[in-house]
């Protein structure tokens, strides 16, 4: 087991202990109750649906009178109550049920447990259609997600810390050190990309700043027939609209990279993603999309090097270079 599994797995042991603990159990007996009306009749099941060192993500599962129920349920090692408020306030903001575009129903905070409950979506991760769908499929899951990702910046509440560019390039510079710091060919392409993006800092002239999702990827979009639903709200912040979609399709040219070794393989589902945001989103998102793109390139570098696959860096330090010229 290599040093990140074993971390994962304690991770895992530390907050499957908080979610089975009486108070956390009690609590979600009577939400379930309350929500469908019927009575528990057997045990909580948890399944790890995503771990992180300082939070992890369940699905719930509870056996009542009207058979099988599930909510979501999130465990971080810190109050998190701002997580939740944010989302309440987003979905009183039109991003609830049955709304086309919206986010799961925030149900309860335990704040003794630092355990968040909410709406088990129904549909289909959008990265399970850019693994295994149709280049149809793609393309139009590409538009729902860019289509969900304009209307949040414009009508969501802009809640949550502030990020300036002049506060972002502290963190990107963070990132570059930390590669700098191992050495060899790797720090030499990293200082060369911190030079670009230290010279390419957006200035007060751009775009209007947005709430921003601060983690939006393909496997956090989930896709029905008629709504397009976006979850894991962790890293909520108000910023320029362009570090949304930068994620976004990085994430997605580094699924390409995953599954067939290649950053081109989604180029069109990309062309897709940002043409149709530029048709609904908010006038001028894209002005400093080159500048995020490259520092999320570095980003992913940073976090490539720190699992041990230098050759994924260098990948993503190249990359970047390319998204800015």
């Known amino acids: 087991m290599t040093g990140i599994e074993s971390r994962r797995a304690e991770a895992v042991a530390r907050f ?5 603990q009486p108070g956390v159990r009690d609590e979600i007996d009577r939400l379930v109750e309350s929500l469908w009306s019927s009575r528990v009749s057997g045990e909580m099941s948890l399944h790890v649906l ?11 599962t509870v056996e009542t009178s009207d058979g099988t129920r599930s909510v979501i349920g999130k465990v971080y090692d810190v109050d998190r109550s701002d997580v939740f408020v944010a989302m309440r306030s987003i979905v009183q903001a039109g991003f609830g049920p049955p709304a086309e575009f919206a986010i799961p ?24 259609i850019f693994i295994d769908g149709d280049r149809d499929r793609q ?24 990020e300036t560019p002049e506060g972002f390039i502290e963190q990107v510079r963070h990132w570059a050190h930390e590669i700098q710091s191992a ?11 911190l030079r670009v993006l230290e010279d390419a800092v957006p200035g007060p002239d751009g775009p209007e700043l947005h709430a921003a999702h601060g983690s939006y990827m393909p496997e956090h979009v989930m896709l029905s ?44 589902s990309v062309d897709a993603f940002l043409q149709a945001y530029v048709a609904s989103g908010p006038r001028n998102a894209l002005m400093h999309l080159s500048f995020y793109h490259a520092a999320e390139c570095l980003h992913r570098a940073y ?20 998204a800015l010229g």
Not at 139 to 162: C, D, Q, T, V, Y
Not at 183 to 192: I, M, V
Not at 248 to 253: D, G, N, Q
Not at 308 to 321: C, N
């Open 16 to 20: 499957s202990a908080t979610m089975d």
């Open 50 to 60: 995503k771990a992180h060192r300082r939070r992890c993500t369940f699905a719930v």
């Open 105 to 128: 129903v925030p149900l309860a905070y335990l704040p003794a447990f630092h355990v968040l409950l909410e709406e088990k979506v129904p549909g289909t991760q959008a990265k399970a």
């Open 139 to 162: 393309i139009a899951a590409a538009r729902r997600s860019a289509s969900w990702l304009a209307r949040f910046h414009l009508k969501a509440p802009r809640l949550g810390n502030l």
């Open 183 to 193: 050495g060899g060919e790797l720090a030499d392409k990293a200082e060369s990309l």
């Open 225 to 268: 027939d008629h709504r397009a639903v976006t979850i894991d709200f962790d890293d909520w912040l108000v910023a320029d609209p362009a570090h949304d979609v930068a994620w976004f399709i990085v994430s997605l040219a580094r699924l390409g990279l995953k599954n067939r070794g290649s950053l081109r393989v989604h180029d069109r």
């Open 303 to 322: 976090l490539d090097l720190s699992k041990r696959m230098p050759e994924w860096s260098e990948i993503m330090l190249e990359e970047g270079r390319r």
